[in-house]
């Protein structure tokens, strides 16, 4: 390679030209080498036999490589000129009227929300910028909507901490995120909203009146919760709820299991497949006179427990292998299969707390204690 082209590619790494600039500079050099030496050589070209022509085929290849260089060496330079950076954001106004509505989005890297002693709310983020793009990130306050703008395609990832007064009280709240976890702790909203895909999505220590949480390829954890109302779905991982309070609860996954533990729920729906499902000291409200379960698996087993003796109970459960076992008081049998039943307890249509049970399986037992 020529001094001159060595002196240009050094030029480059240092900073002193662009990128536009070096291919400039190396095709300048290349015409000055494509230029014949003698003024006479247009006129002995036509002419000249080709195996004595200059085969100039080899300044092709080099520009390639040195395309490729250069691409590389950019992208070396940006990681370490460009690594990951933060801000951080502070809303303007006094939040005692409370917040209307929290809409944040992450990209590859984890989005959090929490609270803190303040009367603001406080926006910490970090980012890779991609090369010298500016992705303008702004803290957007409009008419109680509270919310972080940036140019998507600037980044190559954004995390965000989220922190809101404590006493504040927050109408709805949507966090959205890509390959990357979302956590809450400690909130309190009429409406929740959580989405994300191929990572972890975990809730504690909330109230409020709806919670949606979605992933996939995640597990989906919610502890010390009290909602009104539960919706959570996740494909090929686990859903666990823990000292949860609910009227109504759905989760939905496949190929994992549902662990319930220690939790109060009215309305019962999940489903899964070749997993077990599990509920362990599952209570319900007194003052509800109607509750229910369905749990539905194939190729898992279905055990349930609830510590509340005469509870008066409607039972329907089919599997079609290993049987069904029930320690439920005072069962009236209209079938009783190994793998089939339907039965209620005895005084259960005059009952003012009823609990209905709809269970099925494949392949598993099904277990019902007290």
């Known amino acids: 390679m ?9 030029m480059l790494r240092e900073g002193k030209i662009t990128t536009d600039e070096a291919m400039a500079l190396l095709r300048q050099v290349q015409d000055e080498a494509e230029r014949p030496r003698h003024s ?21 290849d080099l520009r390639s490589s040195i395309e490729e260089t250069t691409r590389n060496v950019l992208q070396s330079t940006d990681e370490l000129m460009f690594g990951t950076r933060e801000e951080k954001f502070m809303s303007s106004s006094n939040l005692g009227d409370g917040i209307r509505t929290l809409v944040f989005e992450g990209k590859n890297a984890p989005v959090k929300l929490n609270v803190h002693n303040s009367d603001r709310i406080e926006v910490e983020v970090y980012y890779k910028a991609k090369s010298r793009l500016n992705p303008h990130l702004t803290l957007i306050e409009e ?6 703008s940036y140019a998507d395609n600037a980044l190559y990832l954004l995390g965000i901490t989220i922190r809101v007064p404590q006493t504040a009280h927050i109408g709805s709240i949507r966090l959205k995120n890509r390959n990357a976890p979302i956590s809450m702790d400690d909130i309190e909203a009429e409406k929740i909203e959580l989405s994300t895909k191929n990572e972890l999505v975990r809730v504690s220590c909330t109230r409020g009146e709806r919670l949606y949480c979605e992933t996939k390829n995640a597990p989906i954890i919610l502890d010390n919760l009290e909602m009104r109302e539960i919706d959570a779905q996740t494909t090929y991982a686990k859903i666990s709820l823990d000292d949860v309070s609910t009227f109504h609860a759905r989760l939905v996954t496949n190929n994992a299991k549902i662990d319930i ?12 497949s070749d997993s077990p499902l599990r509920f362990d000291n599952l209570g319900y409200k007194e003052q509800e006179p109607v509750c229910s379960i369905d749990a539905i698996t194939t190729n898992g087993q279905i055990s349930i427990h609830s510590p509340h003796r005469g509870l008066k109970c409607r039972l329907r459960a089919s599997t079609t292998v290993s049987g069904i076992f029930s320690e439920l008081d005072d069962l009236e049998y209209q079938v009783n299969e190994k793998n089939y ?26 277990y019902i204690k007290q």
């Open 143 to 148: 008419n109680g909507v509270f919310s972080l």
């Open 261 to 272: 533990k220690d939790s109060d729920i009215v309305q019962l729906y999940a489903k899964t």
């Open 341 to 366: 039943v339907e039965a209620q307890t005895r005084g259960y249509e005059t009952a003012s707390n009823k609990l209905n049970l709809n269970l099925q399986t494949t392949n598993y037992e099904i």
């Open 2 to 10: 020529s001094e001159e082209k060595l002196k240009i590619l050094e």
């Open 40 to 60: 006479n050589w247009p006129e002995l070209e036509p002419w000249m036999p080709r195996l004595l022509r200059p085969d100039f085929g080899w300044i092709n």
